[in-house]
């Protein structure tokens, strides 16, 4: 099993919808949560980061169910910019006692005039 | 924008020979990572570092050795390049891997296997 799993989606949604990705994680021991947004043959830059009381950045909102190792992000009013891949991240405790960033595979939307 | 460069940024080279791609901050951040992304399997860790000298494998590391003898540069080394080691690989700081902390990614190194 991935240590986090997203839906790779795509995602096509018309202007101005509202869209939900969900993303799982394996470790309970994960502590810390993002979203990374990846645009086509770019490098991925953060999104936001997810806190326990769940927390929004204008259009976008990420919630966090540590109980059922979760993690959502809702767009409202999808814009045509918002296209792109949309990741989840989570850091995660290796063996060796570090921890480290581990993506899921992304989610990929695509937003219609 | 972060003081993040790899190089090179694309590179042919044939099945069996070694390569190192390079990654360089003026951060002093005190972690780095090297990721592959191919399709369908998004980011993958091959190996990080959490100071100099100190390194660990990630979940893809069979094939590629890492090396950090200063906090600046953190290389990456196929020993013997495959055509499986055709991907695009990104390499990420941050200060640490926690809340709050975010990383910064290079533009990333296109490398194919010939």
């Known amino acids: 099993r991935k240590e986090v799993e997203q839906d790779p989606g795509p995602f096509n949604v018309p202007e101005g919808a509202t869209v939900a990705f969900n993303c799982t994680y394996s470790n309970s021991a994960s502590q810390s949560f993002f979203w990374y947004r990846q645009d086509c043959r770019k490098e991925p830059k953060l999104l936001m980061s997810?806190?326990?009381s769940g927390n929004e950045d204008g259009r976008f909102t990420a919630q966090l169910n540590r109980a059922s190792q979760y993690i959502s992000l809702l767009i409202r009013d999808s814009k045509l910019s918002d296209s792109a891949t949309y990741l989840c991240?989570?850091?995660?405790?290796?063996?060796?006692?570090?921890?480290?960033?581990?993506f899921g595979s992304g989610t990929r939307l695509q937003v219609q005039p | 924008d972060a003081g993040i460069t790899q190089s090179p940024r694309h590179k042919v080279t044939e099945t069996g020979t070694p390569v190192t791609l390079r990654c360089h901050q003026t951060e002093n951040h005190r972690y780095m990572y090297w990721y592959r992304q191919d399709p369908g399997h998004g980011l993958r860790l091959i190996h990080y570092s959490y100071g100099v000298k100190d390194t660990d494998k990630g979940e893809v590391s069979d094939g590629y050795s890492v090396s950090r003898s200063k906090t600046e540069d953190f290389l990456l080394t196929l020993e013997s390049a495959t055509s499986s080691q055709t991907s695009v690989y990104f390499c990420?700081?941050?200060?640490?891997?926690?809340?709050?902390?975010?990383?910064?990614f290079g533009q990333g190194t296109r490398l194919t296997v010939v």
């Open positions: 997810v806190y326990s």
């Open positions: 991240v989570v850091n995660t405790l290796r063996d060796t006692g570090r921890r480290a960033l581990t």
């Open positions: 990420a700081i941050s200060e640490s891997p926690g809340q709050g902390t975010e990383a910064f």
